[in-house]
């Protein structure tokens, strides 16, 4: 009877099941202490349970029971909460103590570029004081960023400021980078070391100072000025930390940029390659073309030869000058659209115009001819009329011979004022012709113009 | 006995660690556990990358895009259910190395040995060892 039961007890679903095992009730435990998007979460328990039960296997495998095999794999995962910490810090892209930058941006460029970091904005020689540290040692987002990706961190935790060494932040760095940080820094030969001065590295030489110090020495010794911030350069094995001035000049590569097109405004006048060239100077970085005298030489060089202005600089700066160039081909590109709109619109104008005026003419053609007709009619009749009174003479006498001449001589004048009326508006006739002869070419000249224009639709 | 000494196991840094899996991921695809085991199989039990390492780890080598994650369905003697087949298999998450992933790798690899020729340019060489002594 009760055998019969056994077989009749429903079987528990493995969800129920599940529920009981104690890796499940773990992980539950694990998952709720995680402060992970939901998705997250599952993926990390999925892992950690495949971990736990692969463990469990290889341990019943080594004699152990089920539950002292479960037993084991969970206790050797440590504590559940610092567990879960950990994978707290790991999925935010920065972890990192007191020191830096809880707020840092590290993004898919962990494998790439710069961090900034400012520089004091004191002369370089000042010691780590007040003025100095003020500024110093916030790391900040750059004014103007490369085009390639970067990571900013921003900010050291304000309070540990101060007590944070260079030496802290470049460990830090290569924490957080994974990759090996080193210091171009020459000064460290004259502090008594015989490393080549470009291998010079953390942390020995950087422990003992501060970060305002630290980067007030380095600082100084590779000739940054105020203003000048902190980089990290990404090279093919390590990131190198230096003012960007620094990089600035050891990278310079020369450029020949061709600039004659861009010295033809098309709505303006020439300009002169020296004055075009200044211009753009002003416009990127002012201070890169400018040196400190006996302390570093500008951090770009520029010279005009005709229609070339010849680049030395950073490629980053170059990458300001293209975009530049760019940028101004682009309005140049606009103002010549736009004249040719407005050409096209002064075309239109013109032959619409034109054929209006060819319109009136035609109508005084029309109406001079119709005179014409009427002016001749009345001159015929009065030659009909001389001709009358010419064979009417033959047989006259006396008074009447007179009363003849004189009537044929008015006749004759109504003659010769219908011959000059007749002259006049023949001449005019033939002006209006030539006039809409004139027009007509004018239109036809016109409306190939705008038919062979670019973009012309009407 | 200096020789114990050395052998308790040394501690990795998270440097070395990251090193340590690139390098078995480089040589083929593995899971989370495997890739413990191999580590510990290779260093003769001298390294121990302990899952409270391990995984967090491979979670940010995920998030920086050095490994590509995927899943698989697996089964398991250790659970109750484990002869029922209708049972759900639980998922194994697989790493494999990313064309990124490798290229950190090589960066590692330079960076390292960079690294230990310059302390051998520090030590002592055998000759002068024994002079001294």
Partial sequence: MTDIHE???????????????????????????????KADAQRIRDELEDHLRARADDL???????????????????????????????????RRRTMLAASAIVSAGLITSAVLLTQPAAPPPLPSGSAASQAAAAI??????????????????????????????????????????????????????????????????????TVEQGLDLVGTDLGARPGDTFVLNTTETALEL???????????????????????????S???????????VSLIELNAWTGIPQIAGPRARMGVLSTTMIVSAHPRIHAQIEDLFARIEARYEQQRADKQAKKRQELAASIKYRRSEVENFRRGVTRFEADLDLVRAERDKARARLFRLSHEQLSATGDQVVDLMVEQARVQDEIDVTGERLADLTSRLARLRDSIGQYESTIAVNEAELAAMPGATD | MPD?????????????????????????????????????????????????????????????????????EVRSQSRADASDDDAPGRRRKWYKLSAKGRKRLAQRVEAHRRFTALIDAFIPTEAQQGAAS
């Fill in chain 1, 140 to 209: 900040q987002t750059p004014p103007e960023v490369p085009a390639e990706p970067v990571i900013f961190a921003r900010g050291l935790v304000a309070n540990d400021r101060d007590a944070a060494t260079l030496g802290d932040l470049i460990t830090l760095l290569e924490e957080t980078t994974g990759q090996r940080v080193i210091v171009p820094y020459a000064g460290i030969a004259s502090q008594g070391s015989r490393l080549d001065p470009r291998m010079t590295i953390r942390p020995f030489d950087f422990t003992g100072l």
């Fill in chain 1, 60 to 94: 019943m495998l080594t004699g152990q029971s089920e539950p002292e095999a479960v037993r084991l794999a969970v206790a050797e995962l440590g504590e559940t909460a610092e567990l879960a910490r950990q994978f707290q810090t790991a999925a935010k892209p920065h």
């Fill in chain 1, 7 to 37: 077989h009749t007890r429903p079987k528990l679903d493995p969800i129920a099941s599940s529920a009981r095992d104690p890796i499940d009730r773990w992980l539950d435990v694990l998952v709720r202490l995680l402060r992970v998007p």
């Fill in chain 1, 270 to 280: 020439y300009i002169e390659p020296t004055h075009f060239a200044d211009t753009i």
């Fill in chain 1, 242 to 268: 230096a003012p960007q001035s620094f990089f600035d000049r050891r990278d310079a590569v020369l450029i020949e940029y061709d600039i004659r097109d861009l010295l033809y405004p098309p709505a303006g």
């Fill in chain 2, 4 to 72: 114990a000494h050395h052998r308790s196991s040394p501690k990795l840094t998270p440097q070395h660690s990251e090193l340590l899996v690139l390098s078995v991921l480089a040589e083929a695809p593995s899971y989370g556990y495997a890739i413990a085991k191999h580590i510990t199989a290779r260093s003769a039990d001298a390294f121990k990358l302990p899952p409270s390492q391990l995984y967090p780890l491979m979670t940010r080598l995920e998030k920086q895009g050095l490994v590509a994650p995927s899943w698989e």
